[in-house]
């Protein structure tokens, strides 16, 4: 069973960063691609940003310019960095691994406020 491990939220103040961390214990090459989504409370569940095992990534027109998704193959390890944070990116925020199967970190709470 894989599992998916999220670390590095946190509290940050407006025109902060984060850089949030996913371990997966195993072998991230053998998806399709990993991608971060985030929640809040009574909404639906957004898909942030994805990085796929052939190199290409893409973003949510909310982030773009701002966070920057990368992968560590090597380290089985997938990284969000959040650059000028703003309130409403406070969020639950979850780490995916898809393609064949779909797996699902228990996600990391991101608060930006002052």
């Known amino acids: 069973q894989v599992q998916l491990v999220e670390s590095g939220g946190g509290w940050v103040q407006p025109g902060g960063s984060l850089r949030l961390s996913c371990v997966v214990s195993g072998n991230i090459f053998s998806f399709h691609a990993m991608a971060w989504h985030r929640q809040v409370p009574g909404k639906q569940r957004e898909l942030v940003a994805t990085?796929?095992?052939?190199?290409?990534?893409h973003y949510a027109d909310s982030v773009k310019g701002r966070f920057t998704i990368s992968r560590d193959d090597a380290k089985n390890t997938v990284y969000l960095q959040m650059n000028r944070l703003k309130p409403e990116d406070t969020a639950v925020y979850y780490c995916n691994a898809w393609g064949p199967s779909d797996y699902w970190g228990r996600g990391t709470q991101v608060t930006v406020s002052s």
């Open positions: 990085a796929t095992s052939g190199g290409s990534t």
